[in-house]
């Protein structure tokens, strides 16, 4: 196990680095960033002014070293709009997103599971067949407009929900749904077909031919076979979810990391756009490793081989 969590652990290492790298060069050049903060009505002078004082006429292996430097001493730079800390810029705005994710993984774990589970216990019956529908209809569906119908059916309709903000636990509810839905299809899918492959394997029929409980061959026997897979992907969701927030957020007007990205574009906030993709990346890698050594710790052939 040591050996494996070596080898898991720098991988992790090396993938955040790689990341660092392309996250540094797709954000020096795409353009040039002197210019972008400079505004469109710069001089050449205005220009050339604001790239010798924030450095950006060195090379760019320097540029990025010196940056690289800094936040291995956690040092994320200064906002050059809010004139205010990264980091501290990061904290006001990551509790939401993270919250916001954890919300929309436990809404599409809750939904998504046990309808791939009675779909597989019932294969080519209506439940399975609305299942798969389940599943075409959330790839459909944009979750933007999902969103938008959400609004308007428990917000301007009903009004049942708060359609804008972060003050309660009620203005996440309809955020949630409208982000987890789009991971739930994937993960149903696994878990049906996880489980059909598990419900016909040698170890399931040897516990039915004992008389166990159904719900206990089911669970113990199937389901805890069929689920390590869902453990990586769920893993990945929720990256994906910390990451490509900034629809829902921008939606229903939470301030959470990915509404912080689309204005750090438009004000040509370098420091902030360049943390923003480190956190990101830094967050995929330690929550695949997280899911690895969870798969180990349900498959003891995971860590063996």
């Not at 002197?34 to 469109?40: F, N, R, V």
């Not at 956690?74 to 006001?92: C, H």
């Not at 309709?157 to 003050?167: E, Q």
């Not at 912080?260 to 990346?281: C, G, H, K, N, T």
Request: overall charge neutral; some cysteine.
């Amino acid at each position: 196990m040591i050996v494996y969590l070596s080898k898991r652990l720098f991988m992790t290492v090396l993938v955040i680095a790689v990341t660092s790298v392309i996250a540094f060069l797709l954000v020096h050049l795409s353009g040039d960033p002197a210019a972008a903060m400079a505004g469109e009505g710069a001089s050449d002078a205005d220009i050339e002014a604001v790239r010798a004082t924030y450095g950006f006429d060195r090379p760019l292996y320097v540029q990025y070293l010196e940056w690289a430097g800094r936040v291995l001493t956690g040092d994320l730079g200064r906002s050059t709009y809010l004139r205010a800390d990264v980091t501290e810029v990061l904290a006001r705005h990551m509790p939401v997103t993270a919250t916001l994710g954890a919300c929309a993984l436990g809404f599409a774990l809750a939904l998504s599971i046990p309808l791939g589970v009675f779909a597989a216990l019932r294969p080519n019956t209506m439940i399975d067949r609305f299942a798969l529908w389940l599943a075409v209809a959330g790839q459909a569906l944009p979750s933007f407009l999902f969103a938008l119908g959400l609004m308007y059916l428990f917000g301007v309709y009903l009004r049942w929900l708060p359609i804008s903000g972060s003050d309660t636990w009620l203005h996440y509810l309809m955020p949630s749904i409208a982000l987890g839905y789009y991971a739930t299809p994937a993960i149903m899918r696994l878990t049906r077909s996880g489980m059909l492959d598990v419900l016909q394997s040698d170890h399931v029929r040897t516990a039915r031919a004992y008389g166990l409980a159904p719900w206990r061959v089911v669970v113990r026997h199937g389901l805890r076979h069929a689920i390590i897979p869902v453990v990586s992907l769920a893993a990945v969701q929720l990256g994906f979810m910390l990451g490509g927030s900034i629809v829902i957020e921008t939606i229903f007007s939470l301030k959470g990391i990915g509404h912080l990205a689309w204005e750090s574009i438009q004000r040509a906030d370098i420091e902030v756009i360049q943390a923003i993709l480190l956190v990101i990346a830094a967050a995929y890698a330690v929550l695949t490793l997280l899911a690895d050594l969870l798969n180990a710790a349900l498959d003891p052939r995971i860590r063996i081989s």
